[in-house]
């Protein structure tokens, strides 16, 4: 299983990133996906996440109304679009599936928002 998480980079308030991940060894499309943050300092919180359709989606209540997750299974592509970034979003962002009972991530892409 892999992981690659790309798009972040450094927002003012108020901007927009469009994080993607892209999968591969392993069914893509057979599987729900999440992407996690993680803070300095802060444990690791679920942010959003897809089911293998993409016709369900669940958000923390932090970025309701915000933040959009969504897939592409032909390109096997996972997003999440961001809008009206906050400082308090800054983290590094995981992309993940669950599968066999084992938590698979990838490396990580940096948000950084500040003006």
């Known amino acids: 299983v892999q992981l690659v998480e790309s798009g972040g980079g450094l927002v003012q308030p108020g901007g927009s990133l469009r994080l993607s991940c892209a999968g591969s060894?392993?069914?893509?499309?057979?599987?729900?996906m999440r992407w996690y943050r993680q803070a300095p300092g802060k444990e690791r919180e679920l942010v959003a996440a897809?089911?293998?359709?993409?016709?369900?989606?669940n958000y923390a209540d932090s970025v309701k109304g915000r933040f959009t997750i969504s897939r592409d299974n032909a390109k096997n592509t996972v997003y999440l679009q961001m809008n009206s970034l906050k400082p308090e979003d800054t983290a590094v962002y995981y992309c993940?599936?669950?599968?066999?009972?084992?938590?698979?991530w990838g490396q990580g892409t940096q948000v950084t928002v500040s003006s």
């Open positions: 993940n599936v669950f599968r066999w009972s084992v938590h698979y």
């Open positions: 060894g392993f069914p893509f499309s057979s599987y729900s």
């Open positions: 897809i089911d293998s359709a993409g016709g369900s989606t």
